[in-house]
């Protein structure tokens, strides 16, 4: 009887796998990691969601998401600009966030209403939405992945989801924010052959939207190299996100400042990336 119930145990825990991407590893998308190694536990929040971003039946890059703050912690991606208009379309939810929605991948929230046959009260216990961001004063949706970092309109498109998204400084997001998106990034890739990048966001003391998704107090990113046939070379970056200056670091300093932000020691990349 013992053995039973414990093969039952374990069928249901493979069919709750099988329902979503939403779980406790990135097993199914470490490529958007250096070496396949997200970073380590200091960034986690109480209420994590790992999210390897599905769409269109591909994976385009991973977040951690905060559930109680109802923002991303970070997103991890690879470095692959193509020239291309930014994609015009709508804003994605995440449905594997939301209790008894077997989609798989993300979608419109009309779709998952309508799919899944709720209501947006009932989304709107798991994750920020559209509504969240309306009307907002001198803040952006600002992206963590940014479009403009990806190598294809599907993957453009895919950035488009609010699981991507925290309420940033307009001036910011649209000055030296990005002109470090654009120009310095540019710059720094030269002669790279793949960059991996983690772009997180720092929990903040405001919120927006009747105190539902949490303002942050700072942006950062941080990027490593791989050069051929030479070791990888790596930076990092931090703004307080109420100011339009943006600082650039080597990659120890980034982390050693996110260290004093978090509060625990903060590792970014392994130890092939230097930290100078």
């Known amino acids: 009887m013992l053995g039973l119930l414990l093969l039952l145990q374990v069928l249901d825990s493979c069919l709750w796998l099988g329902h979503s991407e939403v779980v406790n590893s990135f097993d199914n998308c470490p490529q958007f990691f250096?070496?396949?190694?997200?970073p380590d536990g200091a960034l986690n929040p109480t209420n994590p969601a790992r999210i390897c971003q599905r769409f269109r039946n591909s994976y385009h890059?991973?977040?951690?998401?905060?559930?109680?703050?109802?923002?991303?912690v970070y997103s991890a991606y690879k470095y692959q600009p193509v020239e291309e208009k930014r994609p015009r379309g709508w804003w994605f939810l995440e449905p594997q966030l939301i209790d008894n929605c077997n989609l798989k991948e993300m979608k419109k929230e009309s779709d998952i209403k309508k799919e899944c046959k709720i209501s947006q009260e009932v989304i709107k216990r798991s994750q920020a939405v559209d509504d969240d961001y309306k009307g907002l004063k001198d803040l952006d949706r600002g992206h963590l992945s940014p479009?403009?970092?990806?190598?294809?309109?599907?993957?453009?498109?895919?950035t488009f989801t609010l699981t991507n998204i925290v309420p940033q400084d307009s001036t910011l997001n649209n000055g030296q924010w990005r002109v470090y998106e654009d120009k310095t990034m540019k710059k720094n890739t030269k002669d790279c052959k793949t960059t991996y990048v983690i772009t997180g966001a720092v929990r903040g003391n405001t919120y927006i939207s009747h105190e539902r998704v949490n303002r942050p107090s700072h942006i950062w990113?941080?990027?490593?190299?791989?050069?051929?046939?030479?070791?990888?070379?790596?930076?990092g970056a931090i703004a307080e996100n109420d100011k339009n200056q943006v600082e650039e670091l080597s990659l120890g300093e980034l982390e050693d400042?996110?260290?004093?932000?978090?509060?625990?020691?903060?590792?970014?990349?392994?130890?092939?990336c230097p930290r100078e």
Request: proline share 7%; charged share 30%.
């Open 34 to 38: 250096y070496d396949g190694i997200p």
């Open 61 to 72: 890059y991973a977040t951690l998401y905060d559930r109680d703050r109802r923002i991303p």
């Open 147 to 158: 479009s403009g970092h990806m190598d294809k309109d599907v993957s453009k498109m895919a």
């Open 221 to 235: 990113s941080a990027a490593c190299c791989m050069l051929d046939k030479k070791p990888p070379k790596a930076w």
């Open 257 to 272: 400042r996110l260290t004093e932000l978090y509060g625990g020691r903060v590792t970014l990349f392994n130890n092939a």
